[in-house]
């Protein structure tokens, strides 16, 4: 398919000072948009004015919750070119909570075409200081109007850009996670493995008692017996346990993370023994009192790396390696930061130069 492209002809100012960007809260001068129709399939490529998306008030998405996206970023190289970073990847799995969601398939050789192309179309706003990038959110929602819970038969497939810095504002410090005991986010057989806009929503409550008590996010538990571990807010979470790397396996209430699959791979490059298992709060918690939790982190393409400096758990707060960012985590974060920017070699063949 052929992209249309409609220029934006009132462009708005850039950010000035990069050091102040923070996290989703600039968006740059284009957007792409196609739509799908039952019997057409997906048609109308187009790149057009950043703007709103006027909707019907019955639109199936306000009402059921048909929608899911994903999360990438674009990075200004040292060596002055652009790259993205597994982009294949997050197509991929936009296709896998498409299936989930009951959203047509989208090709995602095209998808990943459509993002170098909007990327490409705003290249001036990709951020150039030491940490930045530009993020990329692809999302596709129903619109059609009807009242009445069944798949939709129309939906959008849009892309918007915005230039960011550091997701946390500690950026690598550590940060406090509180542990959820009460409230669950997903359970296996659920949505909990697609990147559905629902399976957000239903952690807001969580996450802002977690800020109530000084945490920059919250640490989930299974849903059947408040037990095992899952995942860390918007990261996959890692322990360094004895001389291994435990995550907790993909079972169907975990997101595939990218990041996540890079760091395993990273990780066992270099000789470390990573488990992908269950992993229990309880065994957690032991560890730290033995001296064997070496460390914890999170993984995920907004922060990147995140160490985590101590876990709130009921009434107590355990700290992990005196609040420190560890080697493991702060070896990641170079290698994978480094192979974004172009710093280092990409011997993994994990990025896309597209200018």
Same mark, same amino acid.
């Given at each position: ?129 030491? *940490? ?15 009242? *009445? ?39 296996? *057989? ?109 993984? *995920? ?55």
């Amino acid at each position: 398919m052929q992209i249309k492209f409609e220029r934006n002809e009132a462009p708005k100012q850039k950010p000035i000072d990069q050091s102040k960007l923070g996290f989703g809260n600039y968006f740059t001068d284009h957007m792409f948009l196609m739509n799908y129709d039952e019997g057409q399939g997906w048609h109308d490529p187009r790149i057009v004015p950043y703007g709103p998306i006027r909707l019907d008030p019955a639109a199936m998405c306000l009402h059921y919750g048909q929608e899911v996206f994903e999360g990438m970023k674009a990075y200004f190289g040292a060596d002055g070119k652009i790259r993205l970073f597994r982009p294949e990847e997050n197509m991929a799995r936009l296709n896998l909570s498409n299936e989930r969601l009951c959203i047509p398939l989208l090709d995602e050789e095209f998808a990943v075409h459509a993002i170098e192309e909007l990327v490409k179309t705003d290249r001036e706003w990709i951020p150039t200081e030491d *940490g930045t990038s530009l993020y990329i959110r692809p999302y596709i929602f129903a619109i059609d109007p009807f009242l *009445g819970v069944r798949p939709a038969n129309q939906y959008i497939f849009a892309i918007i850009l915005s230039p960011v810095g550091a997701y946390y504002p500690e950026g690598l410090n550590p940060v406090k996670i509180f542990v959820e005991q009460e409230y669950v986010r997903a359970i296996r *057989g659920g949505t909990g493995y697609a990147k559905a806009g629902g399976n957000y929503a239903g952690t807001l409550k969580a996450q802002r008692l977690a800020q109530a008590k000084g945490c920059a996010q919250v640490m989930w538990l299974d849903g059947l017996e408040r037990k095992f571990i899952e995942e860390v807010g918007t990261s996959n979470v890692f322990f360094a346990i004895g001389d291994e790397v435990i995550t907790p396996e993909l079972q169907g209430s975990v997101l595939s993370g990218i990041t996540r699959k890079s760091s395993i791979e990273l990780l066992r490059s270099k000789g470390y023994k990573v488990m992908e298992r269950p992993i229990a709060l309880d065994e957690v918690l032991a560890a730290e009192k033995t001296g064997q939790l070496k460390e914890v982190f999170g993984t *995920g393409t907004a922060a990147v790396i995140s160490p985590v400096g101590s876990l709130a758990c009921g009434d107590e707060e355990f700290v992990i390696n005196s609040n420190e960012t560890g080697p493991i985590a702060q070896g990641l974060y170079d290698e994978l930061t480094g192979i974004q920017w172009g710093k280092i070699a990409d011997k993994y063949n994990w990025t896309k130069v597209i200018g």
